[in-house]
């Protein structure tokens, strides 16, 4: 596979104005069954797209936070999705760094519920049996268990984080 040319953009509280379209284009291609008020939800939770050398979206990262009961704390839920013909090595790495940096370097502005790190579910198959470590070298995400539809749970703490 030849190695594609990206680049990287945060969305995160900005409206994705001429871009709208075709993250919506990739969320109906490559999420089936995604509702449109689910669309409209997650276009609010942008976080960071990836474009091509022709400046077209291909990797999309969406966060809200959310409350885990398990971990007493308020995390990021971090979701990525990299349109499949530009799937490479290292690009899923490289796009949950990048979201988990941001992430990392805001949370402390959070005013009501401050968030102590990520978490996200890892859904591709192929993905989670392939990258069986308990802890991913690039993104220092770490295995905590699966969830009840078996998909591998993984969190990273912040570096200053406190738990309630």
């Known amino acids: 596979m030849n190695k594609h ?11 994705p104005g001429e871009l709208q379209k075709e993250i919506v284009t990739i969320w109906k291609q490559f999420s089936p069954g995604m509702e449109a008020e689910k669309v409209n939800e ?35 839920s971090v979701r ?39 978490i996200t579910l890892i859904e591709n198959k192929d993905y989670s049996e392939t990258r069986r470590e308990a802890i991913w070298h690039a993104s220092q995400m770490v295995y905590i268990g699966n969830s009840g539809k078996g998909f591998q749970v993984r969190v990273y703490y912040f570096k200053d984080a406190t738990i309630n």
Do not use: M
């Open 42 to 76: 997650r276009l609010s939770q942008l976080a960071y797209v990836v474009k091509n050398e022709f400046e077209q979206v291909v990797g999309i990262s969406t966060a809200q936070k959310v409350y885990v009961k398990q971990l007493r704390n308020y995390l990021y």
């Open 5 to 15: 040319s990206v680049s990287f953009e945060n969305l995160w509280g900005k409206h």
């Open 80 to 118: 990525l999705l990299i349109v499949p013909s530009y799937r490479q090595p290292g690009l899923a790495s490289k796009l949950i760094v990048l979201t988990r940096d941001f992430f990392e370097s805001i949370h402390k502005s959070d005013t009501d519920e401050r968030t102590i790190g990520i």
